[in-house]
């Protein structure tokens, strides 16, 4: 059968889990997004006086024993992972999917997750003891104090425990991967799980993203190399997409987790649907800052995806853009919105939520998405925080000062990380 006279089944989403900056919880969430409430505040985890940023948005009030159903692998999971695991519980709750109403085998995990720092107190019992000690000591290391380290530390810091986590605590025992693209992470994730119920070899997949990146390392590594913001008056006005005075991005952390199942199966079990997925596209700069062709990979993901739906250009409701609030960034995002969507890209609403709850690798991409979805449920697209004076170089649509009624219900919403690895995918409200 050729690929053009082949139907795909269709691919729905129909369970939401978030835990973020401006809330736990799908409406907790989505009352912050409505009422234009940010998420970023002066770092509270950590001292920060001496840090080159002191803005984060941090998830509060969290305490993960309230959603883990194994609560004894607390003690292998870093606060990454945490997150990851409890959006992906009360994703499951609130899709109503419980035990036994899926063949476990054909239910399967996709996630996405970064580099997950580790935290001095890991290490210290190992490191304490050589603090006088002359260089050629340093072989002691490897003779008696690897044993001070705890057996199971590096758990905590292996990129595919959120998905091991998840199937454990769901008996998903189908597919089962980890794509670590930084913050594409999430929407590459959804395409492999749609792909995966696309060709039958699975009815459920649970898939999302999870990230912390409020660790004093990942604070200074992201300070110079992307550029975080060096506003350190109001934490409020720090992040700005697509603003002319933007200065850069200012770090967080978060989750969010979706059900995707197949539209039938869904349907014969009476389940509550969110949105179709109706296509995911993927690329990457390559050389593009070496030719002057940044965000030529943006332009390929959008272009995939707006084929693989079937969709056009200005069909689409509104973009759920990266907007990252550097500099270049977001001029090369925008860019790729003119070039692959033509005359439409300056009529389209563009939504930027990185402005309630910053950047935050892997995770990003799915709080992002989780806010288009109940967007759409609610018929209103919030506002972008912070754009005060509109950019002439990106030439957007940007939603601000007040909410907009949803134009209709066809959704766009992209990731691009610094270096050019991009994704897009293309919802639509049922």
Known sequence: MSTSSYHYPRVVISGLGVVSPIGIGKETFWDNLKSGRSGIDFVNSIPSETL?????????????????????????MSRDIQLGVCAASIAMKDSGIKTGMVDPIRMGVEFGAGRISSTPDELVDAVIDFEDVDD????????????????????????NMPA????????????????????????????????????????????????????????????????????????LRACRPFDRQRDGTVVGEGAAVFVLEEYEHAKRRGAEIYAELLGVGAGCDGFGYETGNAGVGLV???????????????????INAH????????????????????????????????????????????????????????????????????????????????????????????????????????????
């Open 164 to 235: 091991c986590h998840v199937a454990i605590e769901h008996n998903a025992q189908g597919p089962n991967n980890t794509i670590t693209s930084r913050e594409s992470s999430a929407l590459l994730a959804l395409g492999e799980a749609m792909r995966t119920i696309e060709r039958g070899a699975a009815d459920v997949m649970i898939v999302g993203a999870c990230s912390s990146m409020t660790d004093p390392l990942d604070i200074a590594r992201l300070n110079l190399f992307e550029s975080l913001s060096r506003r350190d008056d109001d934490p």
């Open 136 to 159: 050629d000591q340093f072989t002691r290391w490897g003779e008696d104090r690897m044993g001070k380290i705890c057996p199971l530390w590096l758990l905590k810091q292996l990129p």
């Open 323 to 430: 907007g990252k609030s550097t500099q270049p960034d977001d001029l090369f995002e925008a860019k790729a919105y003119h070039s692959s969507l033509g005359t439409a890209a300056e009529k389209i609403p563009v939504l930027a939520l990185s402005s309630y709850f910053g950047t935050f690798d892997a995770g990003t991409g799915a709080v992002e998405l989780a806010g288009s979805l109940m967007a759409m449920r609610h018929g209103e697209l919030p506002v972008t925080l912070n754009y005060e004076f509109p950019d002439p170089g990106c030439k957007l649509n940007v939603v601000h000062r007040q909410t907009m009624p949803l134009r209709n219900s066809l959704a766009m919403s992209v990731n691009r990380t610094s270096i050019g690895q991009s994704a897009a995918c293309i919802v639509r409200a049922l």
């Open 52 to 76: 080159p940023s002191k803005f984060a948005a941090e998830v509060k009030n969290f305490n993960p024993l309230d959603y883990l159903y194994n609560k004894k692998f607390l003690k292998v």
């Open 300 to 318: 390929r993901a959008i272009n995939a995806a707006l084929r693989r739906s079937g969709v056009r250009p200005d069909e689409i409701g509104h």
